[in-house]
């Protein structure tokens, strides 16, 4: 860098090309790695996204909605509280195994409905993704129509 | 008693307006806001519905349909291209399916025959319209016609700024580089291409009062990823962890949308944001070096602005910053994050980085620094004759 002008009215392209040179003869001092310019970045940016089907709580509900095991109190050994808590179980689920019924068939469908609206919303999501794709394909697919009929002996373009 | 004299109608075709954030939207109105201090101005917004979809308060807006427009595959066929070599054509094939996906916007013609305007500005080379029907330049009864094609707003064809600019009577450029590209297309329209020179108002006070948090890091650059919020961004840059290594002994303030941030080699504080700009002036003006890593935009207005608080640049080549940063000698340009990092440390670490701060300072108040200028400019532009030394009264 000490190398450069320090002329009254700098050129800022010479300034540049000198920088430039520098580098050429392997004078630098960082790797120069490439970072692409914006093609598709604008197209795609939002890119990141994480499926929903794959969020922790989803996970969860799969794993947990069924609760039919949790209402059956077996007790621990055979105490007289072990036995009250069998008794007492017993009879609770006995005047409640209508409620307990439908309460399990509907957890078991609202995990499947919140499953289902994942998926939904995840292919939704993606919708916009899979049309850029087949849009590329279809305007790669003619370009190559094109380059075929030039190679045919096709005119000049304008 | 003299009658007073009907003020002139000018119309604007223009896909940008509404109120999407971007440079090309930002100048268009700027233009028509010079504009309107010699004539009335109507806009006719190209756009996917005829039905308004913003609404304005200052200027009379026409909006018309472009049917069948598919600008996604159009934006991704151009990006395409744009790998070609330069000077080749491109595939007619590639051409048809540009003029396809621009879409038809029939109605544009009857608009402008109730609008009835003394000169029409077609601002954008997206112009999907019979241009044939504004006449031919130079005949009897027709408008002024005045094409401002936003090269940089896209990866226009020759051909499409050939056709924009046949139709036209003068032509506007944006930026210093877009001469030399349009005298290269034809250099008989060479005294046709008069440059706009936009003035951008920024805050001259800025330098008074510091941005609060930012003064216990000391001398800082500034790094742009995202700006303003909302706008593109690219996903892969340099960021705000990377420079202070690199710069050695001086902090790095970074805005990346919402998201700004001061960091040195230890510390990172997050700064407020401002909608307004206020707090982005402020940052500017006491930055050391302001860097642009954002996708290159149409106008390089972040450039002149910076120029303006005389901060020295440092901006994508190939763009339009790049073309403003060389006419004023006021920043250097980079093809790669090697290059990004040679043209900080010398702007930082070197007497050059005060000089083009100077330079680009001083070339910045006498191009873009005058508003009284540029309106003086867009009416000769646009309405031709004496309009700029004698306005209209309304």
Not at chain 2, 200 to 207: D, E, K, P, W
């Amino acid at each position: 860098m000490d190398e450069l002008s320090h002329d009254d009215a700098l050129d800022a392209g010479s300034i540049v090309e000198q920088l430039r040179s520098l580098v050429a003869e392997g004078r630098s001092e960082y790797p120069r790695t490439w970072m692409p310019r914006a093609t598709y970045e604008d197209l795609v940016v939002d890119d990141g996204r994480k499926p929903i089907h794959l969020i922790e709580s989803l996970h969860y509900l799969h794993r947990h909605w069924d609760m039919a095991n949790s209402r059956i109190c077996k007790g621990i050994g055979w105490g007289p509280k072990a036995l009250v808590q069998r008794f007492l179980s017993r009879i609770v689920n006995g005047a409640m195994s209508h409620y307990y019924a439908e309460e399990q068939a509907f957890r078991s469908n609202v995990a499947r409905a919140i499953d289902a609206i994942a998926y939904r919303v995840d292919n939704i999501n993606y919708a916009d993704q899979r049309a850029l794709l087949g849009a590329v394909r279809e305007d790669l697919i003619d370009l190559a129509r094109h380059v075929e009929h030039r190679l045919d002996g096709g005119g000049a373009d304008r | 008693m003299t009658a007073p004299r009907k003020r002139p109608v000018a119309a604007i075709v223009t896909r940008f307006w509404g109120d999407a954030q971007g440079e090309a939207v930002a100048a268009t109105r700027l233009l028509a806001g010079a504009l309107a201090r010699h004539a009335d101005v109507a806009v006719v917004q190209l756009g996917e519905t005829e039905r308004p979809v913003h609404i304005d308060s200052v200027f009379e807006v026409h909006p018309v349909a472009v049917r069948g427009a598919n600008p996604r595959r159009s934006a991704l066929l151009r990006a395409a291209l744009a790998g070609r070599v330069a000077k080749s054509s491109p595939p007619s094939a590639a051409a048809e399916l540009l003029r396809q996906y621009a879409g038809d916007a029939p109605d544009v013609v009857g608009t402008l025959d109730a609008i009835a305007p003394d000169a029409v500005i077609l601002a954008g080379f997206d112009q999907p319209w019979n241009l044939s029907t504004l006449g031919v330049p130079g005949s009897d009864g027709r408008p002024r016609v005045v094409a401002i094609p936003f090269l940089d707003a896209g990866r226009p064809l020759r051909s499409e700024i050939t056709r924009l600019v046949d139709h036209a009577d003068r032509v506007g450029i944006i930026h210093p580089g877009e001469h030399a590209r349009l005298v290269a297309l034809d250099p008989d329209r060479e005294p046709d291409i008069m440059p706009l020179d936009l003035a951008i108002g920024v805050n001259r006070h800025a330098y008074a009062d510091p941005l609060v948090g930012v003064a216990p890091f000391g001398e800082y650059a500034l790094l742009i990823r995202c700006f303003p919020a909302g706008s593109p961004r690219l996903a892969r840059s340099v960021n705000a962890e990377m420079l202070p290594s690199i710069l050695k002994g001086i902090s790095v303030a970074e805005v990346d949308g919402e998201t700004w941030r001061i960091c040195d080699a230890d510390n990172t504080y997050v700064l407020p944001v401002n909608p307004s700009g206020v707090n982005f002036a402020r940052l500017v003006a006491r930055a050391r070096v302001t860097i642009d890593a954002r996708p290159p935009g149409p106008v390089g207005t972040i450039t002149i602005e910076s120029m303006l608080l005389g901060v020295p640049v440092v901006v994508p080549d190939d763009s339009a910053s790049r073309a403003h940063a060389a006419a004023a000698n006021g920043g250097l340009w980079y093809r790669d994050v090697g290059e990004l990092f040679d043209a900080v440390r010398v702007l930082v670490h070197s007497p050059i980085g005060a000089k083009l701060a100077e330079q680009g300072r001083n070339y910045a108040l006498a191009k873009h620094g005058d508003i009284d200028d540029f309106v003086a400019r867009t009416a000769m532009l646009v309405l031709g004759g004496d309009r700029a030394v004698t306005p209209v009264q309304v």
